[in-house]
């Protein structure tokens, strides 16, 4: 027979963490007022977390032999029930709030406690399914690219499916990351009108840029190139073939200047000539099975662009269709506003049997003003071309800054978090041997712009190394509310960068110095949690930012600035 003293171990275990006899590391948690400081022992943490057995290894022990580990993501609330877990195998949640047992569990998978994470996730799903549903972008982000949770993707790939209406009219839908809506719109079993998701794109493209006038006819050229450019890669994921001729001249007309030129033009022809074959591509409709959804279907089968949509499974399939003989017979879309009058023709005495249907194609626009072409310069979502003359002249040491017309480098785009990911990682493997670089990232919540100019090449191989050079540099540019642009050259090229090790890699991006321009995430994501840092002199002459604070990001960039060529472009 076994005996089992599970409930006076739990005791015993949970009296050492209150013991500051025989302590070895320090952990400390939070920032600014709420930061804390718990003592705990390294054969505990070590046996109970995975996390804490690789940190340690890489933790600096003081004079004290006491090693410090720094986790400011980390609220002290969460922490305290963390190491109570951690100690004594106890959680108690009965008083915690939803959001406070959401980020536990999102902690807890952080520090590799699979056990409570696990649980946790279990106990959501189970009890707090509501919740779970009217905070969408908030769980989602976190789960997007994390390889665990699978019960909540499960969760809310249904509501995805069955649902998605909660999600595209959730108060905080606009806060979606870009990786995440574009996962969405890929969906062919999405049951939403299209019209509805072209609608829900324009919002969410919108609140990615505040400054946008609100209203759009005060909108300029350039504020439809913002736009579409925040848009590039969810565009070409409506299906526009689909959408119902008046809700095309009601909705999307008037921002068919985000659109392409190609793209327009084939979207008039298919509504004049449904069976006409387009240049663009046409994607299959979407699968709603409601009636209502159903009898707002626009055939398709004819395009010879899309193979694929000959059979259209769906138009056969549909209840209702055959039940509504008018739906086969109504005109070309006869609710396109500039054909009102169309029934009267055969009524009128000047036009007693034949219309003047050749007159219809003013409808195609062939002007050469509707050719809208973007500036071979605005190539970024950040910096603009008097950036790039800035940069172009400290990168080459002069006391004067380029001319529009004579910077003689050329930018060319390496990576863009909202195009490839905000995942430290990506960081590493898009950007491993490219010498020359450029980073430059927007700071959440401000007009801030910052970054480093890194000569060497960047090496994700590397065990964790300082890396040496004279010519590096970090800044911060001038832009909206920020009035002057900074330069603060290396000071001790010793420590000029921070290459991380493949573990640490998971956390850091670019890294300048001792955390004067560091770009780091705890949850995989550099916009999703505020530990990215601009801090301290100690390698760089100067700060670049007047805030200690961590921050957040809304997107960075990374370049490639190629050696000088006459007469080269920015692309």
């Known amino acids: 027979m076994t005996f089992k003293f599970f409930d006076k171990l739990s005791q015993d275990f949970s009296k050492l963490l209150n013991d500051k006899k025989e302590y070895n590391v320090i952990i400390e948690v939070d920032q600014e007022e709420n930061k804390k400081s718990f003592a705990t022992h390294s054969v505990v ?24 580990i720094i986790k400011p993501n980390i609220s002290a609330q969460i922490f305290e029930i963390i190491l109570k877990y951690i100690y004594s195998g106890i959680v108690d949640i009965e008083n915690s709030d939803v959001k406070t047992i959401y980020e536990l569990m999102i902690n807890a998978n952080e520090l590799e406690l699979k056990e409570l994470s696990v649980k946790l996730e279990s106990y959501l799903i189970e009890y707090k399914a509501s919740w ?32 998605p209406n909660l999600i595209f009219e959730s108060e905080d839908f606009t806060s979606l990351q870009e990786t995440v ?15 509805k998701i072209w609608n829900y794109v324009i919002k969410w493209g919108i609140s990615q840029n505040p400054t946008l006038p609100t ?3 005060e909108w300029s050229y350039e504020n439809f190139e913002t736009l579409k450019m925040t848009l590039q890669e969810c565009l070409p994921l409506i299906r526009y073939f689909h959408i119902f001729g008046e809700d095309i001249w009601k909705k999307v007309k008037p921002y068919k200047k985000i659109l392409e030129k190609q793209l327009w033009d084939d979207i008039i022809i298919h509504l004049m000539s449904p069976n006409k074959p387009v240049n663009s591509l046409v994607l299959p409709p979407r699968i709603i099975s409601t009636s209502n959804s159903s009898s707002r279907t626009i055939p398709t089968s004819n395009l010879t662009s899309t193979p694929n949509l000959n059979s259209t499974p769906n138009l056969n399939s549909t209840p209702n269709l055959n039940s509504t003989p008018n739906l086969i017979s109504i005109p070309n879309f006869t609710s396109i506003p500039n054909l009102p009058s169309t029934p009267n023709l055969p009524s009128t005495p000047n036009l007693p049997s034949t219309p003047n249907l050749p007159s219809r194609t003013i409808l195609t626009p062939n002007l050469p003003s509707r050719t809208i072409l973007t500036p071979k310069w605005q190539f970024s979502t950040i910096i603009n071309k008097e950036h790039v003359a800035n940069l172009s002249s400290w990168i080459d040491r002069k006391s004067y800054t380029y001319s529009l017309a004579n910077i003689p480098y050329e930018f060319q785009l390496i990576l863009r978090g909202s195009r490839d990911g905000f995942n430290p990682r990506t960081f590493w493997e898009m950007c491993h041997g490219h010498a ?23 090496d994700n191989s590397t065990k964790g190394a300082q890396m040496k050079t004279k010519n590096s540099f970090i800044f911060s540019l001038k832009n909206g509310n920020i009035r002057n642009s900074i330069l603060s050259r290396v000071k001790d090229q010793s420590g000029a960068l921070l290459y991380c090790n493949s573990e640490g890699q998971n956390t850091y991006g670019p890294w300048f110095g001792n955390s004067e321009f560091m770009m780091r995430t705890y949850v995989s994501n550099f916009t999703q949690d505020k530990n990215c840092w601009c801090y301290n002199n100690v390698y760089y002459k100067k700060p670049i930012r007047a805030s200690r604070e961590f921050f957040s990001i809304v997107d960075y960039e990374i370049f490639k600035v190629k050696k000088p060529i006459p007469n080269c472009t920015i692309r």
């Open 215 to 217: 209203n759009l006819e």
């Open 181 to 195: 809506l574009i996962s969405i719109l890929k969906r062919d079993d999405l049951k939403v009108e299209e019209i």
């Open 436 to 458: 020359n670089t450029i980073v430059v990232a927007k700071v959440a919540g401000t007009d801030e712009i910052v970054g480093g100019y890194n000569p060497l090449a960047w």
């Open 132 to 163: 779970l549903k009217t905070h969408f972008s908030l769980v989602y982000n976190s789960i997007f690219n994390n390889n665990e949770f699978k019960g909540l993707k499960i969760f809310y790939d249904n509501i995805i499916t069955k649902h």
């Open 45 to 68: 943490l070590r046996y109970r977390s995975p996390y804490f057995d690789k940190e340690l290894d890489n933790a600096i022990t003081n004079k004290n032999h006491i090693k410090t």
